[in-house]
Nanobody, 120 residues
Framework: QLQASGGGLVQAGGSLRLSCTAS????????LGWFRQAPGKEREFVSG????????YYADSVKGRFSISRDNAKNTLWLQMNNLRPEDTAIYYC???????????????WGQGTLVTVSS
């Protein structure tokens, strides 16, 4: 019910915009988040946004470079990623939660992931 897209190959310093569309449930009822998982590493929180979009939060590693937003009328979540670094390389997942949390275990629904590769 969550579909992430927008990943790809980009050079360091470049930008990408990830999208996540939802269907089947009331989109605005959920806090949403982006997570990522690099090879051999655990899935980690990247950014989150409250139900109506008034609150946003970021991992320290992406603060100032990434921006999360949502449009409940379009059932869509975005992650604008600027000034990308090789260490941002990972599969990026969107997820929905009934609470506002950065904890992976707090998310109930997950998209399939989209691969972001940043070359140096």
């Amino acid at each position: 019910q969550l579909q992430a897209s927008g990943g790809g190959l980009v050079q360091a310093g470049g930008s990408l915009r990830l999208s996540c569309t939802a269907s089947g449930r009331i989109f605005s009822a959920y806090s949403l988040g982006w997570f990522r998982q690099a090879p051999g590493k655990e899935r980690e929180f990247v950014s989150g946004i409250s139900r109506l979009g008034g609150g946003t939060y970021y991992a320290d590693s992406v603060k100032g470079r990434f921006s999360i937003s949502r449009d409940n009328a379009k059932n869509t979540l975005w992650l604008q990623m600027n000034n990308l670094r090789p260490e941002d390389t990972a599969i990026y997942y969107c997820a929905a939660s009934s609470i506002a949390t950065t904890d992976v275990s707090g998310y109930d629904y997950w998209g399939q992931g989209t691969l972001v590769t940043v070359s140096s």
